[in-house]
């Protein structure tokens, strides 16, 4: 099994088939965890995180080392990429003494520029443009939870960010309908739209955009929502709340999915802001199996991208 891109930078790189081979492989990893034990064993990756984490940091060491590896973190204080040194000497160094790199970045240019300069392995962990490790795992528990995901119809709720335009790739590529209710002005990148909705046509998936939360919810299977002011836009949060304070999903909004409908979040939640606790904490609630599912999934990244010799098939 293998991913044919070198890295995964964004899902966009992504066919349908590897992401039916990444969702099998995590199930699986999930099913039997002693399976994978030595997927890795002896391996280093970099873990380089500008941006703190509580879930990608963690879901990742944790990884690593019970697939056998070995995660070496490196902050900011660390590396300063682009400032103490350029992101390509930082590249040039780091594929000589690992087989692979994690990287949780502001900018998305370092996350191309890094993989472009290194010859091991590069997955995005978050960049200001794409999160998807996020969006792969957001799909893989809709599935485990609906069964399937054609045919399923998505709400997004909230603003058009990095975690958005990651869902928006993956959706399109595995046939789910996605409709995205945003305040006026903070719609998705229209560069990723354009592209987005190219595919969307060709594969039959329904993608629309409205400035309506109850528009977007109307009858769907499940309602996403997000942080409104994400991290390094902490100086807009006052001019953000009263922009998306019509779009709050509470009990009422949740009413006008389906019955059945599921309620996520990619966490942290500022709880009474975007979501009220009454969502967060409901009984349709997956946000934790979400994050839960993070570790798993990534595994599999792992195993595809920095190759699966010495898995240890024993039980």
């Not at 660390?78 to 400032?83: D, H, S, T, V």
């Not at 191309?112 to 792969?136: E, K, M, R, W, Y």
């Not at 409901?282 to 199996?289: E, K, N, T």
Request: some cysteine; hydrophobic content about 40%; charged content about 25%.
């Amino acid at each position: 099994m293998s991913i044919r891109s070198k890295d995964l930078v964004s899902i966009e790189s992504l066919e349908q088939e590897e992401i039916d081979e990444i969702f099998s492989l995590t199930a699986d990893i999930k099913r039997a965890k002693s399976r994978y034990r030595n997927a890795l064993g002896g391996k280093i990756v970099a873990l380089i995180f500008e941006k703190p984490s509580l879930r990608t940091r963690f879901t990742f060491e944790a990884g690593i080392y019970e697939l056998g590896g070995k995660g070496i973190y490196l902050g900011q204080d660390e590396i300063g990429l682009g400032k103490r040194e350029s992101i390509h000497d930082v590249a040039r160094n780091i594929e000589r003494w690992s087989h692979g790199v994690v990287i949780r970045t502001f900018s998305h240019g370092n996350v191309t520029s890094f993989a472009a300069a290194c010859s091991v392995p590069v997955i995005n962990g978050l960049d200001d443009l794409f999160h998807p490790c996020q969006a792969l795992t957001d799909l893989f528990t809709l599935q485990e939870h609906k069964h399937s995901l054609k045919g399923l119809t998505v709400a997004w709720v909230g603003d058009g960010n990095n975690v958005l335009h990651s869902l928006l790739w993956g959706s399109v590529k595995m046939g789910v309908n996605i409709r995205i209710a945003v305040p006026k002005g903070y719609e998705p990148d229209p560069g990723i739209t354009k592209k987005v909705l190219e595919i969307a046509s060709a594969r039959k998936v329904d993608v629309l955009i409205t400035n309506s939360a109850r528009e977007a919810v109307q009858g769907a299977d499940a309602v996403y929502t997000d942080v409104w002011t994400s991290m390094g836009r902490e100086s807009e949060a006052g001019e953000r709340r009263k922009a998306f304070s019509q779009f709050r999903v509470d009990r009422s909004l949740m009413r006008m999915a389906k019955p059945e409908a599921l309620f996520m979040h990619c966490l942290p939640a500022h709880r009474g802001e975007e979501a009220t606790d009454e969502v967060i904490d409901a009984p349709y609630s997956i946000v934790f199996d979400q994050a839960e599912n993070r570790l798993h999934l990534q595994k599999a990244l792992l195993i595809l991208l920095l190759g699966k010799e010495g898995t240890d098939d024993s039980k």
